[in-house]
C-alpha cells in the first residue's frame, strides 16, 4: 500500500510540475508539416517566394496572379506542388519527353 501512495505521490507532483512549466508537457509537434494551403494569391506568391528563394519577386507574383488564377482550389493546388514544380510553372523550365505511347494514340481528324 505504500508503494501506491509513493506512485501517487510522484504523480501529483509530475503533475504540478507540467502544470507549473505551461509547455514542458504538451506534445511535442511533429517532425515537420507543411503550411496548409491558403487558396490565396498571397499563399501563393509565398510558395514561389519560398521555392525561388527571391523575396523580390513577390510584387510581381501578386500582380500577376489574379491574372492566371481565377479561384481558390487552383491556388491551394498550386501552394501544394513541389518547388520544383513551381518553378517550372512560374518560370518556365524543361517540360517533360514526350511518350511515345501518346504519339500511337494521336490520330489526325477525319476529313469530310
Known sequence: MAGATHATGWSRIAALVCALSGLAC?????????????????????????????ATRRASCLQECPLVFSDPYSLAAFERMSCDDVLAFVDGGPTPAPNPADAANTSAPDAE
Open 26 to 54: 504538451q506534445r511535442a509537434p511533429s517532425v515537420w508539416e507543411p503550411p496548409r494551403p491558403t487558396g490565396t494569391c498571397a499563399g501563393a506568391c509565398d510558395r514561389y517566394t519560398d521555392c525561388a528563394d527571391d
